[in-house]
């Protein structure tokens, strides 16, 4: 696919997730040592690396959902080691089992970025690369290390069945919500705020509130009144209610719970970006939902991506079983 100069730092960014580390690094004394794999060292340097470049990535794709950025920060903390310790493992598979990964395809790959990303200049994808700090010799080396991985668990997805017509039909059956169009809804809602204006109250203090007015409310206490009381938004007045709705104009998060909901229901605590919500549904017109024949080939291809990523997880996981990987600590 092609790479346009803006999004080669993109591009990099994720090379250097799978980059592997060299011997000058490994025994550099400035680098601590995060883990090994079967005696290769990973440094906490390649660690800080990643995480840098991904945090980097992330709020460049995500800027306007700052929970789901949040999330995916956390969720990028959390797995930078592992996700470095799977790359070794599936370079040393592709080592002990003697694949051959051939130099020319590699050119021919960043040849192909040159060509279609940079009109044929290369100097002038080499001066880019510069400005985010990287040599040619090193991009190419971690484009190898790149493709080679993407090759490995590629060449596993490919193992997998193909969907079977019962596998299509679950799968439709399960996120039919995912695929209904034109519904409304009329609800009423009661927000408590994580951080209200000269309240003393912490975030925890704040959830404990929203959760016992639910147990009130699930023990008959009237949901008008509640709002009216607790609620802190602007249809607290009324009670918490919501004159009809349609899904597309409400907050996706808010609209999925909300859709799930039969009349008369009333959700969870929801953990909003900045609040803490409670939805009483107390009307839903569902709409109308595109037919498993007009769906059939985005389901297919739905239900063959996650088996993919079932066949290379269990492959995965027998590479860490048998791997001998040591992680130290901070």
């Not at 400035?30 to 990535?57: D, F, L, Y």
């Not at 800027?63 to 370079?91: G, K, M, Y």
């Not at 299509?168 to 034109?182: A, P, Q, S, T, V």
């Not at 297919?300 to 996650?306: P, R």
Request: glycine share 6%.
């Amino acid at each position: 696919m092609p790479v346009t100069p803006r999004s080669l730092f993109c591009l990099i960014s994720q090379l250097l997730v799978l980059a592997l580390q060299t011997p000058a690094l490994a025994q550099s004394s400035s680098n601590g040592i995060a883990a090994t794999v079967n005696g290769n060292v990973i440094t906490k340097s390649e660690v800080r690396e990643a995480v840098v470049t991904q945090e980097q990535m992330l709020r460049f794709q995500i800027q306007n959902d700052p929970a789901a950025l949040e999330r995916e920060l956390r969720n990028l903390h959390a797995t930078a080691l592992d996700s470095l310790i799977d790359r070794e493992l599936v370079l040393a598979e592709f080592k002990r089992i003697g694949a051959v990964f051939k130099s020319q395809w590699v050119d021919d790959d960043i040849n192909g970025i040159i060509r279609d990303s940079f009109k044929g200049n290369r100097d002038a994808f080499v001066k880019d690369l510069a400005n985010t700090g990287m040599t040619l010799k090193k991009f190419r080396d971690m484009r190898e290390k790149m493709m080679i991985v993407q090759a490995m668990r590629g060449k596993q997805a490919s193992q997998q069945a193909p969907a079977t017509p019962k596998e299509i039909e679950d799968f439709y059956k399960k996120n039919i919500e995912k695929w209904r169009e034109g519904g409304m809804i009329k609800i009423s809602t009661i927000t408590i705020p994580k951080f209200s204006a000269g309240a003393s109250g912490s975030v925890e203090d704040q959830i404990k509130i929203a959760q016992e007015i639910r147990g009130k409310l699930l023990k008959g206490a009237d949901f008008a009144t509640t709002a009216k009381t607790y609620s802190q938004d602007s249809h607290a007045e009324d009670g918490g209610a919501w004159d009809w709705i349609a899904r597309d104009q409400m907050k996706p998060s808010i609209a999925k719970v909300a859709f799930s909901m039969k009349t008369g229901g009333l959700s969870e605590v929801i953990n909003d970006e900045a609040a803490y919500i409670i939805i009483a549904c107390d009307a839903i017109k569902p709409g109308n939902v595109k037919s498993l024949q007009e769906l059939r080939p985005e389901i297919e291809h739905a239900v063959s991506s996650e088996k993919s990523k079932g066949v290379i997880d269990k492959w995965m996981e027998g590479l860490r079983k048998r791997a001998v990987i040591k992680k130290f600590g901070n």
